[in-house]
């Protein structure tokens, strides 16, 4: 059974940074393929950056330049860092495992079985 459990989340001021952390206990397969999601109050989850089976990253626009996702896989833990905050990066941040619907891309949640409960992140202008 693949267990996710993010860490990290927190509030901070515009122009700050965070690092967010998940810790994965899913086997081999399972950890090949990961990836960070936010859900901002009153709107749908989106994909935020994700590890391709090839360790490619992926990155949403909006976040391209200021975050970047990693993995130490002998932590089994994959990392998103986050810089130059602002407050629409205001969200519930979940990471993601797990591909098992390979015809979505690594940005749409449909591609993933296997969730985190989620870490907050306040950003305040």
């Known amino acids: 059974e693949v267990q996710l459990v993010e860490s990290g989340g927190g509030s901070v001021q515009a122009g700050g940074s965070l690092r967010l952390s998940c810790v994965n206990s899913g086997d081999g397969f399972h950890t090949d393929c990961m990836g960070w999601f936010r859900q901002p109050p009153g709107k749908e989850r989106e994909g935020v950056a994700a590890l391709e089976v090839d360790g490619r990253p992926a990155y949403a626009e909006s976040v391209k330049g200021r975050f970047t996702i990693s993995k130490d896989n002998a932590k089994n833990t994959l990392y998103l860092d986050m810089n130059s905050l602002n407050p629409e990066d205001t969200a519930m941040y979940y990471c993601?495992?797990?591909?098992?619907?390979?015809?979505?891309?690594?940005?749409?949640?449909?591609?993933?079985?296997?969730w985190g409960q989620g870490t907050q992140v306040t950003v305040s202008s």
């Open positions: 993601t495992a797990g591909c098992l619907q390979t015809e979505f891309s690594s940005l749409d949640a449909q591609r993933y079985g296997y």
